[in-house]
């Protein structure tokens, strides 16, 4: 234990000294969680919506009227009044409009006599997002339209009620688990998997190798103190990201034991299987090309910012073999939805596992020669 404490001192000491480094890993999930946050999972608001208007009868204005509505209240979209189609459809095509609704002639004439006319939609849709929240909301207003004036006295419509289990959950909260998650990995990547490379390319392994020390301590010591930096930096990220969250689960003894836990399960993970990736890596390049590849085959799957459920079943099947997402759903468990002990322990055994396994594998991969 002595021995393997000694290169946890020495691996702690030097990481400490060097507060760049410690910067570096924290600070870049903290940025993302602040721009990817303000950023994705927003709502439309002010789109530009031209209107040609080609009846001006009393159908029309109801059409108008309905827009206005909308541009008052939940402000999705605000219109514009255009001359014809043809320029409706140039200034969508252009930028100077998002869409563009269109009211035909006769519109008033023909919806008094029940002949079921259209309204025109023109839609940017190289922009799946916004055209599809357009879409959506012209949609709902075109359903309240065809509403009967006078109710009916029996109702003979189904009625769906939504029972949502939790309050509504923004983004940047959305995002916090993936943030925590990727704060550790960049953590362990640069605290860990660099710093190894360089210290066998400075010749500092030489120096262990020719000590009584065995196989098993150097590598136990090694990936203890990368644990210990991840474990830092995973805190860290979830104190700080849960306070600009406005997340107070931190604040709450067993919710905030549960996160310890799942921050060690993961910091283990994340130092085992690097260890093992780079056990018998000489090239001190390789772990800087290999940060860009692992961040998208890892980070990327792990529904840290897409559910994992609209993913193609290839991409379905390394999803359940990444350990990311293992992380991430148990983060969401106890940052998002107060779940429970319970609701993590696949996820903790997951992790567990696939550090010993890795543990072991690096182990029996590990040179014991110069």
């Known amino acids: 234990m002595n021995r393997m404490l000694a290169i946890v001192e020495r691996e702690l000491r030097k990481f400490f000294r060097s507060p760049t480094l410690m910067l570096t890993a924290m600070v870049f999930p903290l940025v993302q969680l602040v721009i990817l946050g303000n950023a994705f999972g927003g709502k439309i608001t002010d789109a530009r919506v031209g209107v040609v208007d080609y009846d001006g009868g009393p159908e029309a204005l109801r059409v108008h009227e309905a827009f206005d509505s909308v541009a008052a209240n939940i402000r999705t979209f605000r219109t514009l009044p255009c001359r014809s189609d043809k320029q409706a459809q140039e200034d969508v095509r252009s930028g ?6 269109i009211i035909p002639p006769q519109y008033s004439r023909r919806v008094l006599a029940g002949e079921n006319p259209k309204l025109g939609l023109v839609v940017d849709n190289s922009d799946q997002f916004l055209s599809g929240s357009l879409e959506a909301e012209v949609q709902s207003l075109t359903d309240a339209l ?3 004036r006078v109710p009916q006295r029996v ?7 939504i029972v949502e289990l939790y309050p509504f959950i923004e983004y940047m909260k959305y995002l916090l688990p993936g943030s925590i998650t990727l ?3 960049v953590s362990v990547m640069i605290g860990g998997g660099m710093l190894y490379i360089d210290d066998k390319a400075r010749g500092v ?3 262990w190798l020719v000590t009584p020390i065995t196989r098993l301590e150097l590598v136990l010591g090694l990936v203890a103190s990368g644990a210990l930096k991840a474990i830092l930096a995973g805190l860290a990220i979830t104190v700080l990201g849960s306070l600009i969250a406005g997340l107070d689960v931190i604040f709450h003894p067993v919710a ?9 399960a993961t910091s283990f ?6 260890f093992l990736l780079m056990v018998r890596v000489e090239d001190p390049l390789v772990p800087r090309a290999l940060f860009g590849i692992l961040n998208t085959l890892l980070y990327f799957p792990s529904g840290a910012i897409y559910p994992i459920a609209a993913f193609p079943a290839w991409l379905r099947a390394l999803a359940s073999v990444d ?5 991430v759903h148990g983060f969401k468990g106890v940052l998002l939805k107060d779940a429970g002990f319970m609701a993590i322990v696949p996820d903790l055994l997951f992790l567990f596992l696939i550090g010993t396994v890795a543990l072991v594998l690096a182990t029996r991969l590990f040179k014991r020669t110069l």
């Not at 905030?256 to 060690?264: G, W």
């Not at 993970?269 to 690097?274: H, K, V």
Request: charged share 5%.
């Open 183 to 185: 704060a550790m990995f």
């Open 96 to 101: 100077r409009l998002d869409a563009a609704v």
């Open 256 to 264: 905030l034991f549960q996160l310890l836990l799942m921050i060690v």
């Open 269 to 274: 993970a994340f130092n085992a299987m690097m």
């Open 146 to 148: 065809n509403q009967p």
């Open 205 to 207: 392994h030489e120096g």
């Open 323 to 327: 350990p990311f997402s293992y992380a």
């Open 155 to 161: 109702a003979n419509g189904i009625a769906l009620q």
